[in-house]
C-alpha cells in the first residue's frame, strides 16, 4: 500500500500561481511513477501530468503544458505540481496518484489521494 497526502490548494486569482505537494509513504513509493490528476464540478476526472519513478521523464496534458511543471524529491518521498498562468478552467479537486508506471487513464491508476482544492477566480 502506498499512502499518498497532498497540500497547497487554495482560492488564487487568474494568472496567479500555486504549488502542490504530495507525500507519500508505505511501500516503497520511490519505486512508483507518480502523477496528478483533477476533476471539475461536473466533469470526469482528468490526467494533469506525470513523472516517472527516476524522476527524469515528464508527461503533461495539452491544456497544461508550458504552464504547469511536475517534479519528485525521492528523499523526501515527495512530488510538486507548480502551476503558473492559473486560469478560471484549472478550478477542480486536484489529485495525487502513484502506479507501477506512468498512467494518462484515471482507470490504470493504483493509488489515489484524497485531493485538494484548487480554485481560480476570474
Known amino acids: 500500500q502506498v499512502q499518498l497526502v497532498e497540500s497547497g490548494g487554495g482560492v488564487v486569482q487568474t494568472g496567479g500561481r500555486l504549488r502542490l505537494s504530495c507525500a507519500a509513504s508505505g511501500r516503497t513509493p520511490e519505486n512508483y511513477a507518480m502523477g496528478w490528476f483533477r476533476q471539475g464540478a461536473g466533469t470526469e476526472r482528468e490526467f494533469v501530468a506525470a513523472i516517472n519513478y527516476r524522476g527524469d521523464a515528464t508527461h503533461y496534458a495539452d491544456s497544461v503544458k508550458g504552464r504547469f511543471t511536475i517534479s519528485r524529491d525521492n528523499a523526501k518521498n515527495t512530488i510538486y505540481l507548480r502551476m503558473n498562468s492559473l486560469k478560471p478552467e484549472d478550478t477542480g479537486i486536484y489529485y495525487c496518484?502513484?502506479?507501477?508506471?506512468?498512467?494518462?487513464?484515471?482507470?490504470?491508476?493504483?493509488?489515489w489521494g484524497q485531493g485538494t482544492r484548487v480554485t481560480v477566480s476570474s
Open positions: 496518484t502513484a502506479s507501477v508506471v506512468v498512467v494518462r487513464s484515471s482507470g490504470s491508476v493504483d493509488y
